[in-house]
C-alpha cells in the first residue's frame, strides 16, 4: 500500500524557516521523482519544487528559488522541503507527490498547513 506522509507543518513568523518532510512507503522510491505543492485558500494547487530519483537534478517555481529547498534521503525514503525566509502568501496546505518517469498518474499525500502569521 502506497503512502505519503508529511509532516513539519506548523505556524510561524514572517522571516521565520520550516522543514517539511514526507515519508514514502509501499513503492521504490528511487525510481520516482518527489515533489512539493502547495495550495492556499480560495486558489489552486500550485507546483513549488521536485528532485530526481538519485536527488541530483532540482527544479523550482521561480518565486520560491533561493528560499526553498528540497533534497531527499533515499536510505530513509524521505524527501524534505527547507523553507526560508517565509512569507505570509506562503501560508498553504503543503503537498508531496510521486511521481514515476513517464507515467501519467501520480500518488499524493494528505498534505501539512503551513501558516506565516505574526
Known amino acids: 500500500q502506497v503512502q505519503l506522509v508529511e509532516s513539519g507543518g506548523g505556524l510561524v513568523q514572517p522571516g521565520g524557516s520550516l522543514r517539511l518532510s514526507c515519508a514514502a512507503s509501499g513503492f521504490t522510491f528511487v525510481n520516482y521523482v518527489m515533489s512539493w505543492y502547495r495550495q492556499a485558500p480560495g486558489k489552486e494547487r500550485e507546483f513549488v519544487a521536485a528532485?530526481?530519483?538519485?536527488?541530483?537534478?532540482?527544479h523550482y517555481v521561480d518565486s520560491m528559488k533561493g528560499r526553498f529547498t528540497i533534497s531527499r534521503d533515499n536510505a530513509k525514503n524521505t524527501v524534505f522541503l527547507q523553507m526560508n525566509s517565509l512569507k505570509p502568501e506562503d501560508t498553504a496546505v503543503y503537498y508531496c507527490?510521486?511521481?514515476?518517469?513517464?507515467?501519467?498518474?501520480?500518488?499524493w499525500g494528505q498534505g501539512t498547513q503551513v501558516t506565516v502569521s505574526s
Open positions: 507527490k510521486a511521481r514515476r518517469v513517464g507515467a501519467a498518474s501520480a500518488y
Open positions: 528532485v530526481t530519483g538519485n536527488g541530483n537534478g532540482t
